[in-house]
């Protein structure tokens, strides 16, 4: 079992930035692809950002690439999401996963195990 506890979220001005931490507890995720999903007001979740254990595969989402980056450190057992140049778009609540058992990088809800609680981010405009 893993625990995922989110931290960072909050209220933020447009073109401001946020990083997000998701620190994993129960068991190492150090082997385990990791993704961090949102969840607009009256939209579908989607997965924004994810990466392999080792970085070698990741993903971005059209919407934040060059603004949003997603580092591990594997040490720690813990995930970061960093959001630069935020936009009113962003708003919504971040969520991270981790996949367990699934090939290469999985980039839908269904192919994730665990989530933590989630996180609000809101961007003023």
């Known amino acids: 079992q893993v625990h995922l506890v989110e931290s960072g979220g909050g209220l933020v001005q447009a073109g401001g930035s946020l990083r997000l931490s998701c620190a994993a507890s129960?068991?190492?995720?150090?082997?385990?692809?990791m993704g961090w999903f949102r969840q607009g007001p009256g939209k579908e979740r989607e997965c924004v950002a994810a990466?392999?254990?080792?970085?070698?595969?990741?993903y971005y989402a059209d919407s934040v690439k060059g603004r949003f980056t997603i580092s591990r450190d594997n040490a720690k057992n813990t995930v970061y999401l960093q959001m630069n140049s935020l936009e009113p778009e962003d708003t919504a609540v971040y969520y991270c996963?981790?996949?367990?058992?699934?090939?290469?990088?999985?980039?839908?809800?269904?192919?994730?195990?665990?989530w933590g609680q989630g996180t609000q981010v809101t961007v003023s405009s």
């Open positions: 129960g068991r190492t995720v150090s082997w385990d692809p």
């Open positions: 990466m392999t254990w080792g970085g070698g595969t990741i």
């Open positions: 996963a981790v996949s367990t058992g699934a090939a290469g990088l999985p980039l839908t809800q269904n192919e994730y195990t665990y």
